[in-house]
């Protein structure tokens, strides 16, 4: 039988859109399915991060996946002038990809030089483990859509999770480092669930 591939186990709708978050889910979104890329961010939440990226990186293609529909909403509510809906011309490097990043990967000849990951959902659950997006399995595939010199960046503040990912590294052929670095906050991180005092990144190479 034909191993199932993991699929996206959060939800995909939350609360009710605005009417200006439907129009511009029906009417822009569209516009901006992404074909390549240079930076992908997967899961990105509400975008705030995404954002910082097209900011700091103007030359870039910046393609944000997320299947969380308020999320996208989130982030297009966000990037376009609240009067015409116009996307503003510092985000104007955006794409986004409204759905599970592994069906953008199957169609994608993208290579990135930056793949980021932040605080994904750490299933922490023993009988939900299998659940985890991070495992070796997937940081494989990750790797191959690298440019030689690309990097995967995890933030996580769930140490446990931390540590499960470091021992899925160990069984592929992919190096890691621990940066001591900080990044843009975002709501997820306020959040902290976890309780912890400050997220671990890793930053993992070819």
Same mark, same amino acid.
């Given at each position: 039988?034909?191993?199932?591939?993991?699929?996206?186990?959060?939800? !995909?709708?939350?609360?009710?859109?605005?009417?200006?978050?439907?129009?511009?889910?029906? =009417?822009?979104? $569209?516009?901006?399915? +992404?074909? #390549?890329?240079?930076?992908?961010?997967?899961?990105?939440?509400?975008?705030? @991060?995404?954002?910082?990226?097209?900011?700091?990186?103007?030359?870039?293609?910046?393609?944000?996946?997320?299947?969380?529909? /308020?999320?996208?909403?989130?982030?297009?509510?966000?990037?376009?002038?609240?009067?015409?809906?116009?996307?503003?011309?510092?985000?104007? /490097?955006?794409?986004?990809?409204?759905?599970?990043? !592994?069906?953008?990967? !199957?169609?994608?000849?993208?290579?990135?030089?930056?793949?980021?990951?932040? @605080?994904?959902?750490?299933? $922490?659950?023993?009988? @939900?483990?299998? !659940?985890?997006?991070?495992?070796?399995?997937?940081? /494989?595939?990750?790797?191959?859509?690298?440019?030689?010199?690309?990097?995967?960046?995890?933030?996580?503040?769930?140490?446990?999770?931390?540590?499960?990912?470091?021992? &899925?590294?160990?069984?592929?052929?992919?190096?890691?480092?621990? +940066?001591?670095?900080?990044?843009? &906050?975002?709501?997820?991180?306020?959040? #902290?669930?976890?309780?912890? =005092? /400050? $997220?671990?990144?890793?930053?993992?190479?070819?």
């Amino acid at each position: 039988m034909e191993k199932q591939e993991i699929r996206t186990f959060g939800r !995909r709708h939350g609360k009710k859109l605005s009417a200006r978050q439907q129009d511009l889910i029906t =009417n822009l979104l $569209p516009s901006l399915t +992404p074909e #390549n890329g240079d930076i992908l961010e997967i899961g990105f939440g509400a975008g705030e @991060h995404v954002r910082e990226l097209a900011l700091n990186n103007p030359d870039k293609i910046i393609i944000g996946a997320e299947p969380f529909m /308020n999320g996208v909403a989130s982030l297009l509510s966000a990037i376009t002038d609240e009067k015409t809906n116009r996307i503003l011309d510092e985000y104007k /490097n955006i794409r986004i990809w409204a759905d599970d990043v !592994r069906d953008f990967l !199957r169609e994608t000849d993208s290579k990135f030089e930056q793949i980021w990951v932040l @605080h994904p959902d750490p299933w $922490p659950k023993a009988r @939900h483990e299998k !659940r985890r997006l991070l495992s070796a399995e997937f940081l /494989n595939t990750l790797s191959k859509y690298l440019t030689d010199n690309g990097e995967i960046i995890i933030g996580t503040d769930h140490w446990e999770y931390f540590d499960w990912i470091l021992e &899925q590294i160990k069984t592929t052929s992919l190096s890691a480092t621990i +940066p001591d670095m900080k990044i843009i &906050q975002t709501r997820y991180q306020h959040k #902290n669930k976890a309780g912890t =005092n /400050n $997220p671990k990144y890793l930053i993992i190479k070819h």
